[in-house]
T-cell receptor, first 113, second 113 residues
Framework: EAQVTQNPRYLITVTGKKLTVTCSQN?????MSWYRQDPGLGLRQIYY???????DKGDVPEGYKVSRKEKRNFPLILESPSPNQTSLYFC????????????FGDGTRLSIL | AQSVTQPDIHITVSEGASLELRCNYS??????LFWYVQSPGQGLQLLLK??????LVQGIKGFEAEFKRSQSSFNLRKPSVHWSDAAEYFC???????????FGTGTSLTVIP
């Protein structure tokens, strides 16, 4: 089954404790991206990657890191999480051309205390 | 400034009634346009997309959208709403010259039996 898998689905942690949210897709997609969803703000793109070893900042990259060492994986790293990063996060992927519609994971709800 | 606007935060309709959700964008040239639906606790699912050609686009679940260049709009419609259509709906764009996805703030749909 074609899917985008995020882990964990839920996480409660404390300020400053490094965390990684993993994202993996099995569709051989070149384009992958991370979003955060906040009430009243919709989805905002954090980072995106057009291929292995190629990453670019989205609208809200501050406080986040990403890496794309393999085509299928695109982890989101919070080196020193803060409460304002409490949010619902989505990973998505799409075919080689970046304007193809994105397939979304089921989301990761992060709470930073 | 470039933006995607969904003017209606929340809409309530009766089951069987028609539905129209509004989306306006402001970009220099017609971007690539998408509508997604998000059911509670789920990721986003693509309803339909517009790249070029026929301005009336058919999607899944009986939805359609009409692109109007003169109004910079891409409104989503459904002739007869079902209770299962209750969800959050997002309009998204990708500018012709860029690789980023921009989402509107979403419209929450409630369906009354």
């Amino acid at each position: 089954e074609a899917q985008v898998t995020q882990n964990p689905r839920y996480l409660i942690t404390v300020t400053g404790k490094k965390l990684t949210v993993t994202c993996s897709q099995n569709m051989n997609h070149e384009y992958m991206s991370w979003y955060r969803q906040d009430p009243g703000l919709g989805l905002r793109q954090i980072y995106y990657s057009m291929n292995v070893e190629v990453t670019d900042k989205g609208d809200v990259p501050e406080g986040y890191k990403v890496s794309r060492k393999e085509k299928r994986n695109f982890p989101l790293i919070l080196e020193s999480p803060s409460p304002n990063q409490t949010s619902l996060y989505f990973c998505a992927s799409s075919l080689g051309t970046e304007r193809q519609p994105q397939h979304f994971g089921d989301g990761t709800r992060l709470s930073i205390l | 400034a470039q933006s995607v606007t969904q003017p209606d935060i929340h809409i309530t309709v009766s089951e069987g009634a028609s539905l129209e959700l509004r989306c306006n964008y402001s970009y220099g040239a017609t971007p690539y346009l998408f509508w997604y639906v998000q059911s509670p606790g789920q990721g986003l699912q693509l309803l339909l997309k517009y790249f070029s050609g026929d301005t009336l686009v058919q999607g899944i679940k009986g939805f359609e959208a009409e692109f109007k260049r003169s109004q910079s709009s891409f409104n989503l419609r459904k002739p007869s709403v079902h209770w299962s259509d209750a969800a959050e709906y997002f309009c998204a764009v990708v500018p012709l010259t860029g690789n980023q996805f921009y989402f509107g703030t979403g419209t929450s749909l409630t369906v009354i039996p």
